[in-house]
Antibody
Framework: EVQLEQSGAEVKKPGESLKISCKGSGYIFSSYCIGWVRQMPGKGPEWMGVIFPGDSDTKYSPSFQGQVTISVDKSINTAYLQWSSLKASDTAVYYC?????????????WGQGTTVTVSS | QTVVTQEPSLTVSPGGTVTLTCASSTGAVTSGNYPNWFQQKPGQPPKSLIYTTTNKHSWTPARFSGSLLGGKAALTLSGVQPEDEADYYCLLYYGGAQVFGGGTKLTVL
């Protein structure tokens, strides 16, 4: 069974750094992209970017370019989303989703989500 | 800034048919936008329903179908069930980035 397991909820202060993870299982991790999606409270999802574990090629939405970093460690089938300096406006649920090799085709399996709360 | 627009809300009776649409601020939606559709229920992650305009995942019920209609992407539900009450989002590709629509809240009443 294809699964994406995300790391647990985080509570952080503004200015702190954070790295959350998404571990894939049940498929050849290097053969599919992993996308990241933000969903702020009460709002719709927003596509943040995607990485192909095979060669670490990464694409970002213009809205998130420079705000976050997407990375991967294919040796442990895990993708990451990180911030160097969190803001209160980063409070949201973050989902990872498996995207096809050619990511624009779309997504199929989703992680359960990681809730990030940034508050002083 | 590309904007993808969906109907904010729609209501349908059980057993009825409803079509949700997805429009692009850049012009007509085409197959080159690779439309995807997702269903989301409260407290759950989105669930993928349709990819590349018309293709269903193995778990997608047969009553869901995707198409292009009048310059928009469309998701049609035929024989709506009470469990179809949810938020629905489309996703379009724009040569590098993907953009979600604002979502449609579907009420089954």
């Amino acid at each position: 069974e294809v699964q994406l397991e995300q790391s647990g909820a985080e509570v952080k202060k503004p200015g702190e750094s954070l790295k959350i993870s998404c571990k894939g299982s049940g498929y050849i991790f290097s053969s599919y992209c992993i996308g990241w999606v933000r969903q702020m409270p009460g709002k719709g999802p927003e596509w943040m970017g995607v990485i192909f574990p095979g060669d670490s090629d990464t694409k970002y939405s213009p809205s998130f370019q420079g705000q976050v970093t997407i990375s991967v460690d294919k040796s442990i089938n895990t993708a990451y989303l990180q911030w160097s300096s969190l803001k209160a406006s980063d409070t949201a649920v973050y989902y990872c989703a498996r995207q096809f090799r050619y990511y624009y085709i779309g997504m199929d399996v989703w992680g359960q989500g990681t809730t990030v709360t940034v508050s002083s | 800034q590309t904007v993808v627009t969906q109907e904010p809300s729609l209501t349908v009776s059980p057993g009825g048919t409803v079509t949700l649409t997805c429009a692009s601020s850049t012009g007509a939606v085409t197959s080159g936008n690779y439309p995807n559709w997702f269903q989301q229920k409260p407290g759950q992650p989105p669930k993928s329903l349709i990819y590349t305009t018309t293709n269903k995942h193995s778990w997608t019920p047969a009553r869901f179908s995707g198409s292009l209609l009048g310059g928009k992407a469309a998701l049609t539900l035929s024989g709506v069930q009470p469990e179809d009450e949810a938020d629905y989002y489309c996703l379009l590709y724009y040569g590098g980035a993907q953009v979600f629509g604002g979502g449609t809240k579907l009420t089954v009443l």
